[in-house]
């Protein structure tokens, strides 16, 4: 039973235990809560205005969902205007309840991938931050879009923006994930990620998305993330916590984003390790770079505190770094650059970029078909980096094991001339990202002597293997069709045969070193100029070994006729051109050495 006025609504009144503890308990609640003004004529506008406020910005009928899990904790009570943050979430909550009951999407079915081990490799964020080489690490984010500013660069690629970020030395790939007003999606975390296969030391990566339910960690983590961000406004302390915790039982330490004192304290009492003050306040979009400056002074020098939005430019770094910011996020400022690795490296005050491309290789030689230990002397003396043994029955070039453990011997002990120490990208201890087939490229090089490589084509696994210890091969080669997983599966490094229509020549974190060469081997078929080049264009980081019809008097002039992509063939390789009558000639082999390292200077 119930009282009411007229004309003004009640502003106090006493719930008896045998009323709200009844079924209808929790809509008295809810409808005392709810109303607005002094009168019952005033509470009915306000509410029909708030009812349209609401359902324009996608929060949706259910004021449930609010109440349950965090409308921003800004919001004095429900009256204020719902913030941009308050309408994402609403917006993200709608849309991963339904993504979440598509069968294999369904929460169940993401634990189950999980279970199988099936996640991308992860590493540490806090410490990847913290070994960056600078006195600061960037954060480089992927934006398409934001709702303060609309579109960014919309057509942007995610995965070539991300490698971009990570040569330049950004410690941290932040993906925006949000689909509606920041134009990203799961994909551009998976890709990114894969983007990064094999580069050594390479950056973290973060999912920057509206997170308020596991489900969505859990989906970064299949995609490979390596962090997810929590924005203290958005959630209740329980929320937090309990997401805080999940995000470390697999394996991540969150990215915990505050934008007040207050905030600052949640964070700091969760024991986050890695805490952004965000200088944009995302009610008004005000900017103040000051916000962190403020703020920072409130954690433990062990926590590392990272500054996010607005940072335009050097200047803005610099200033940080004096006073002990650990890292920047930088987003639409890298978005806008033309040249975002340049633009990076500024930030960063490095000029790293210039020294990685100035870099050049002394190029390797491969000597293959050797068929006696006296050929395998010779070259290896010559400075061949790599003498090649056949051992594919039924091929004229194939050796018995006998001969192979022969050549072994020699190749071993046999010392090689003339070699310069390749140029070593990263020291221990310094943690730059670097490309892949840069750094793979470097294991077919011994200062002391030449390396035995087992030349192998569609020969069983198990064999392959079992010849690797038999011969103590130095290096495989796959010159058949084998899967390209199997140079994971091989204990040596391995050179693989593509074809110049071949998919999978780029892959990273398989074969350490593609080579380019007809498909049978040591026909003496010369490959097309003009479709090297077509190859090795398409992906700057690529490096070959090229081979197929090089002779001593070819040579120089096939790999400078490549031009500009002379840089991407690191090593040839040659077989018949070494040849006389169909037996290996010694003075040719000497004379393909001193040719081929003579195009680059030894
Ligand atoms: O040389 C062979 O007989 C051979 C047989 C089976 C698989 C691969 C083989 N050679 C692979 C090589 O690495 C050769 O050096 C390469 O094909 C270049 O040969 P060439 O065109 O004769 O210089």
């Known amino acids: 039973m119930g009282v009411r006025h007229k004309e003004l609504v009640v502003e106090g009144v006493q719930f008896h235990p045998e009323s709200i503890l009844t079924a209808e308990g929790r809509a008295m609640f809810k409808n005392f809560l709810t109303m607005q003004g002094g009168t019952w004529k005033e509470n009915k506008n306000l509410q029909a205005e708030r009812a349209t406020c609401v359902n324009v910005n996608g929060i949706g009928k259910d004021s449930k969902i609010l109440v349950a899990n965090g409308a921003s904790k800004t919001a004095s009570n429900e009256q204020k205007k719902p913030s941009i943050l308050d309408e994402i979430f609403a917006h993200r909550r709608t849309a991963v309840e339904a993504q979440k009951q598509i069968p294999s999407q369904r929460l169940s079915d993401l634990q189950a991938s999980y279970n199988l081990n099936i996640a991308p490799p992860q590493i540490s964020f806090p410490e990847r931050l913290r070994k960056s080489r600078y006195s600061l690490s960037l954060m480089a984010e992927i934006k398409r879009a934001s709702p303060s500013k609309g579109n960014i660069a919309p057509h942007i690629c995610a995965a070539e923006q991300a490698r971009k970020y990570a040569l330049a030395g950004a410690s941290v790939i932040s993906v ?24 050594p030391n390479r950056p973290a990566v973060l999912r920057k998305e509206f997170v308020f339910d596991e489900y969505q960690i859990l989906e970064g983590r299949l995609a490979g993330c390596d962090s997810v961000l929590l924005i203290v406004k958005m959630l209740d302390e329980a929320t937090l916590k309990r997401l805080y915790f999940f995000s470390k039982s697999l394996g991540m330490e969150p990215l915990v984003e ?8 949640i964070a700091v009492q969760l024991g986050a390790q890695v805490i952004g003050v965000n200088n944009r306040d995302l009610t008004t979009f005000k900017v103040d770079l000051e916000t962190t400056s403020r703020l920072m002074h409130k954690v433990s020098k062990e926590t590392l505190v990272c500054a996010l939005s607005g940072i335009a430019g050097a200047n803005d770094v610099k200033s940080y770094q004096s006073q002990g910011v650990g890292a920047v996020l930088v987003g639409e400022a890298l978005m806008r650059a033309e040249r975002p690795d340049e633009f990076a490296n500024r930030l960063l005050g490095s000029s790293q970029l210039t020294e990685h491309v100035h870099e050049r290789q002394n190029i390797l030689v491969k000597i293959c078909g050797t068929r006696t230990p006296e050929a395998a002397k010779v070259a290896a003396e ?6 090649g043994i056949i051992l594919v029955e039924g091929r004229k070039r194939c050796v018995s094991t006998e001969t192979a453990l022969a050549i072994a011997e020699a190749v071993r002990t046999t010392s090689k001339s003339g070699t310069k120490r390749s ?8 943690v730059k990202s670097s490309q892949y087939f840069e750094h793979t490229s470097k294991f077919f090089c011994r200062e002391d002597r030449a390396l035995l490589v087992g030349v192998f084509q569609n020969q069983p696994l198990s064999y392959i293997i079992g010849q690797v210890k038999l011969l103590n091969l130095d290096v495989v080669q796959l010159h058949g069709s084998e899967p390209i997983e199997w140079a994971t599966l091989i204990p040596v490094p391995v050179i693989r045969r593509f074809g110049l229509d071949d998919e999978g020549i780029g892959r990273r974190g398989y074969h350490a070193l593609p080579l380019l060469d007809s498909a049978s081997g040591g026909t003496g078929q010369r490959l097309d100029a003009s479709a090297i080049k077509s190859v090795l264009r398409l992906d700057e980081g690529l490096r070959v070994a090229l081979a197929g019809g090089l002779d001593p008097d ?14 991407q063939v690191v090593a040839v390789d040659v077989s018949s051109g070494v040849e006389e009558n169909g037996s290996q000639s010694l003075e040719r082999i000497q004379e393909f050495v001193k040719a081929a390292k003579d195009t680059r200077g030894r």
């Open 382 to 387: 010559a400075g061949a980096d790599m003498i």
């Open 258 to 265: 505050v934008n007040t004192a207050d905030e600052i304290e």
């Open 423 to 430: 140029p070593v990208l990263n020291s221990e201890g310094s």
């Open 176 to 199: 925006l994930t949000e689909p509606k007003w920041f134009k990203g999606s799961v994909e551009d975390l998976r890709a990114v990620r894969q983007s990064l296969d094999g580069m």
């Open 554 to 567: 070819n040579v120089k002039g096939v790999l400078t006729n490549l031009s500009k992509c002379f840089s």
